[in-house]
DNA sequence: TATTTTTATGAAATCGGTTGCTTAATGTTT
DNA sequence: AAACATTAAGCAACCGATTTCATAAAAATA
C-alpha cells in the first residue's frame, strides 16, 4: 500500500497551485511553458498516476465505450470487435464488453450494467430474443449515443449499421439461378432478426424476378451452427424432387453442409450448387471453396465506433437522429461451390 | 440535460441525512427496515442512479477487469474471452477488453491504459514481439492481481494458466508415429512464445521416446494462418524423400496445408497424416476430419477469471504468489486425418 | 428508577481533479 | 507615462458517495 501521489503533491514540490498542476497536465494553453516543464518531471520524478475517478466525477466523462453482441466468440462478431478496438484505441477509448448470449433477460441486465457504467456511448448488436427496445431508453433520455449494428432495431429511429441484407441475398440467389438451379432451398436463422428475415426477402426478389414460384417447404430454419448440417441435410435428402441449389445464411452451416451433403454421395456443385454467408476463413478452406457473401465484420466494427466517436463531442445533438441507416458494402464471392458452367 | 439525482435529493425528500440514504443503498445492518424501505421507494419515485465514480473515489475500486489478447478476432482468443465474460459477469465485474495485435509497443501502450483506468485485476496474453513484462511492474506494486493465459511469462512470478503443450505435442507427436509415420513435420509459430517453444519441445521428446532422429530440415516456422498452408506446402513438397506425418500447431493452418497437399495429388492420411491443434470447428468441417488436440479456451477463460476475482477480496496477498501455474487439462481427439491403419 | 448497552441516525471530513472567478504581472497602445 | 489588454497563476467551490466519530433514542440490566 505505497501512498499515491496526487496533484496536490506535485503542486507543493513545485512550488505552484494544484489548478496549475491539473492545467498544465491537461495542456491548458495558460501555463507558462517553463512551469509546465517543471511540473512534468516533477510527474515523472514522483510517479504521479492521474486519478481519473475524481476526473470522471467532475467531466462526468468515462472515456468508456460499452459494446453488447450476441456471441463473443463468433468469427464475425469478433471481427466486428476488433474493427471497433482499434478505432477506439486510436481515440483513447476503453472498450467495455459483455455478451447477451441471445437472451433477452440478460441483454437487458447487461444495457442496465453499462447504463450505470456510466459508459460514454454505447454499441449493440440484438439477441435474436429481443422483443423490445425499452432497455436503450435511459440511454436515449440522457442523450447517451446509442448504434445498433449488423442486428438492428428498425423502428427505433437509432442509428444502425448494416449492410444491405436484401441486395445480398438477391444477389446470391441470382447467381444461383444464372446457375441454373430451378429449386433453391433455403437454410436461415431466427426469423426474427432483421438479417435473416431481410435475406429471405431477398430470395424471395430474386425468384419473382425470375418469375419462378416460392415454395415454403424449400425454406429450413436453423440455428445455422457447425452441427446444424446433418439435421438440414436429412430435411432435404427427403424433399422430392431433390433441389439442385442450396442458400445457407452462414459459411460455417455451409460448411456443415457440404460435408454431409457429400457423405449423402451427392456432388457439389454438379447435383447441389452451394452459397454460404459471412466470408468466413472456413469458406476458403473446404473442398470445394464456397461461394460467399463477403460481410465485412472488421470494416462494419470500425466504421460503427467511428460514427459514435463522432457523436461524443456534440452532446446537443443527441441520439444520433441525422442518419439513421448506414449501409455497408458486401459483394458475392463466387467459388466453386456454386460453378455449375464450368464444372459441365 | 436532466438534473441528476443524487442521494441528497434521496435524503430531502425523504427527510432523513445523506448518510442514511448511503447506508440503506448498501444494505447496512443499522438502518431500519421501515427507513429503508422508504428510502427505496424513494429511489424509485424519483428515478435514483448511483454515481459510480463518486463512489469509486472512494472505495478506490471500478469493478472493472482489463483483459490484453493478442488478437481480438481469433477463433481460440474469442472463446478465452466468451469464458471470461461469463465468469465476470456473474461476479458483477466488467470487462475493459483490448488487444495487442502482437506487437509489444501496442502491448504496453494498452497495459499503461488499463492501469490508469485503475482495473481492478488484469488478465495477458502476451504478444509474440513481448520481449519482458517490465510494464506490468506498476500492478504488481500496487498489488493489482495480474495474470497470465496462454501465452505466459514463465520467469515473472505471477500465475500463468496454461495446457500442457509439452505433454500435448508429445501425445500428438506419438500418435503419428503409432501410426507409422517415420518423417514428421512439424509447423510452429513464433518460437518466442512459450506455446510453440513448449510444442516443439514436446515433438522432440516424441522422437526421442521412440529414438528417432531429430532432423531441424522438417521443422517449419510459419505465422500460422488460413493463407499460409501454400507456402508451407511448397517448403514440403521440395523435401526428399517427402515425410509422411505432419503436426502443424493450428487447425486453421492445418486445413490449409490440408488443402494444398490434396492439390498436388497427395492422399491424406494415407501418404501423408495430418495433426492439427486447438479443436476448432473448422477441424470438424474438412474433409479427412482433423486430429487435433483439444484446447479449451472457454474453460481457460473462465478459470482465469474465477482465479483472479479469488484474489481481488484479499489484498494483502497481493500477486497471486501461492500458486505458480495452472494446468489445464487437453486431450488429443483422433479423427481421420491421421489414422492410416484404418485406411490401409 | 438509575445506569448501561444497543440501535438508529446525523454532521462533517474525505477522496482528488476541475473550473469559474479573481488577481497580479507583464506587454501593448496612444 | 497613463490606460488598456494580455498572460499566468491561485482561491475556493464543486462533483456525489462513503465513512469516522459523535449522539439521541430505545432497550436491557441492575
Redesign the interface.
Known amino acids: 500500500?505505497?501512498k499515491e501521489i496526487t496533484i496536490y503533491d506535485i503542486a507543493k514540490d513545485v512550488g505552484v497551485s494544484p489548478t496549475t498542476v491539473s492545467r498544465a497536465l491537461n495542456h491548458h494553453p495558460a501555463v507558462h511553458e517553463k512551469t509546465k516543464k517543471k511540473i512534468f518531471d516533477a510527474v515523472l520524478k514522483m510517479g504521479y498516476?492521474?486519478?481519473?475517478?475524481?476526473a470522471?466525477?467532475r467531466t462526468?466523462r468515462?472515456n468508456?465505450i460499452g459494446v453488447i453482441v450476441p456471441?463473443?466468440?463468433?468469427?464475425f462478431?469478433?471481427?466486428v470487435?476488433?474493427g471497433m478496438?482499434?478505432a477506439a484505441?486510436e481515440a483513447g477509448l476503453?472498450?467495455?464488453?459483455?455478451?447477451s448470449l441471445e437472451s433477452f433477460e440478460k441483454e437487458k441486465a447487461?444495457a442496465n450494467?453499462m447504463?450505470?457504467?456510466?459508459v460514454d456511448g454505447l454499441l449493440v448488436s440484438l439477441a435474436s430474443d429481443t422483443e423490445n427496445i425499452d432497455h436503450y431508453k435511459p440511454f436515449l433520455?440522457?442523450?447517451i449515443p446509442l448504434l445498433f449494428f449488423d442486428r438492428i432495431a428498425e423502428q427505433s429511429g437509432c442509428t444502425g449499421i448494416v449492410i444491405d441484407n436484401i441486395q445480398a441475398a438477391l444477389n446470391a440467389t441470382n447467381h444461383l439461378i444464372e446457375q441454373g438451379c430451378k429449386r433453391i432451398v433455403h437454410v436461415l436463422g431466427n426469423i426474427k432478426i432483421n438479417v435473416y428475415a431481410d435475406r429471405l426477402k431477398g430470395y424471395k426478389y430474386a425468384l419473382l424476378e425470375n418469375e419462378m414460384l416460392f415454395d415454403p417447404s424449400l425454406i429450413i430454419l436453423s440455428d445455422l451452427n457447425?452441427e446444424a448440417g446433418e439435421e438440414i441435410i436429412s430435411k432435404i435428402m427427403k424433399l422430392n424432387p431433390l433441389p439442385d441449389g442450396l442458400f445457407v445464411s452462414n459459411d460455417?452451416c455451409a460448411?456443415?453442409c457440404i460435408?454431409h451433403l457429400?457423405l449423402e454421395g451427392i456432388r457439389i456443385p454438379e447435383d447441389i450448387a452451394v452459397v454460404g454467408f459471412n466470408n468466413d476463413?472456413?469458406s476458403?478452406?473446404?473442398?470445394p471453396n464456397i461461394t460467399t457473401v463477403n460481410y465485412p465484420?472488421?470494416e462494419m466494427g470500425e466504421l460503427a465506433m467511428k460514427n459514435l466517436i463522432k457523436h461524443l463531442d456534440k452532446?446537443n445533438e443527441g441520439m444520433l437522429e441525422n442518419t439513421n441507416k448506414i449501409t455497408l458494402r458486401s459483394d458475392l464471392i463466387i467459388r466453386k461451390s456454386s460453378k455449375k458452367e464450368i464444372s459441365l
Chains 1, 2 share one sequence.
Open positions: 500500500m505505497e498516476q492521474s486519478n481519473i475517478f475524481a470522471n466525477l462526468k468515462t468508456n456471441r463473443l466468440n463468433s468469427n462478431q469478433s471481427s470487435l476488433a478496438e482499434k484505441n476503453n472498450l467495455i464488453i459483455s455478451q447487461n450494467t447504463f450505470n457504467s456510466r433520455r440522457k442523450g457447425e460455417a460448411a456443415s460435408r457429400k476463413v472456413i476458403r478452406l473446404v473442398e465484420g472488421y452532446p
